[in-house]
């Protein structure tokens, strides 16, 4: 393909990865989870098609075709393969794991979808894991409706941490919580 540079054919790469990390989502959706301009995610998706990593119905959903034996994805992203897993590892020194959001105020500063990829390359490669902690949080109604029949409610968080493989049975981010006992455990 001669008319693809390495940024187009890494920008498919990245939208091929995405696509196959959740097959559930069509092209528009995948469009949403990154941060470029227009024509660097449709540039980048129509050589992915060329590329025959993929193919778009007429109803936007993606059929997966031939996909890269090695994944490039770029420098930033070659980066950062680096970097979370040697951060995360200073965390677990200190006994702590990171939360998924803490992650995303971590990683502001990288595109949303090369932290998507990472994370999931990782956990893939067996360099990252991450499990689920639910936590209970009981909402009593206040006296007003408490005449009217309320009765307290309860509402289950989900929280997704992140941590190195030989640390996820230790499950560190449980300790941020107030009440261990009201914790359901998950793998994520």
Same mark, same amino acid.
């Given at each position: 393909?001669?008319?693809?540079? =390495?940024?187009? &054919?890494?920008?498919? +790469?990245?939208?091929?990865?995405? #696509?196959?990390?959740?097959?559930?989502?069509?092209? !528009?959706?995948?469009?949403?989870?990154? +941060?470029?301009?227009?024509?660097?995610?449709?540039?980048?998706?129509? #050589?992915?098609?060329?590329?025959?990593?993929?193919? /778009?119905?007429?109803?936007?959903?993606?059929? *997966?075709? @031939?996909?890269?034996?090695?994944?490039?994805?770029?420098?930033?992203?070659?980066?950062? *393969?680096?970097?979370?897993?040697?951060?995360?590892?200073?965390?677990?020194?200190?006994?702590? @794991?990171?939360?998924?959001?803490?992650?995303?105020?971590?990683?502001?500063?990288?595109? #949303?979808?090369?932290?998507? &990829?990472?994370? %999931?390359?990782?956990?893939?490669?067996?360099?990252?894991?991450?499990?689920? /902690? =639910?936590?209970?949080?009981? &909402?009593?109604?206040?006296?007003?409706?408490?005449? %009217?029949?309320?009765?307290?409610?309860? !509402? /289950?968080?989900?929280?997704?941490?992140?941590?190195?493989?030989?640390?996820? @049975? =230790?499950?560190?981010?449980?300790?941020?919580?107030?009440?261990?006992?009201?914790?359901?455990?998950?793998?994520?």
């Amino acid at each position: 393909m001669e008319n693809l540079n =390495k940024r187009m &054919i890494e920008n498919a +790469q990245k939208i091929a990865f995405i #696509a196959k990390t959740y097959p559930e989502k069509n092209i !528009v959706e995948i469009s949403q989870l990154f +941060q470029t301009s227009p024509i660097e995610f449709n540039a980048g998706a129509w #050589a992915a098609q060329d590329l025959g990593y993929f193919t /778009v119905a007429p109803d936007n959903s993606v059929k *997966l075709g @031939d996909l890269p034996e090695e994944w490039n994805f770029g420098e930033l992203t070659e980066h950062l *393969l680096v970097e979370l897993p040697y951060a995360i590892a200073k965390l677990n020194a200190e006994q702590a @794991d990171i939360e998924e959001e803490y992650l995303g105020n971590w990683t502001a500063g990288f595109p #949303a979808q090369d932290v998507i &990829i990472v994370t %999931k390359l990782l956990i893939e490669q067996g360099k990252l894991a991450s499990y689920e /902690v =639910k936590n209970e949080t009981v &909402i009593s109604p206040n006296r007003e409706q408490r005449r %009217k029949g309320a009765k307290p409610e309860i !509402v /289950v968080d989900t929280y997704t941490f992140y941590t190195l493989p030989e640390n996820v @049975d =230790k499950r560190w981010g449980e300790k941020q919580f107030e009440d261990p006992e009201k914790l359901q455990k998950a793998e994520a």
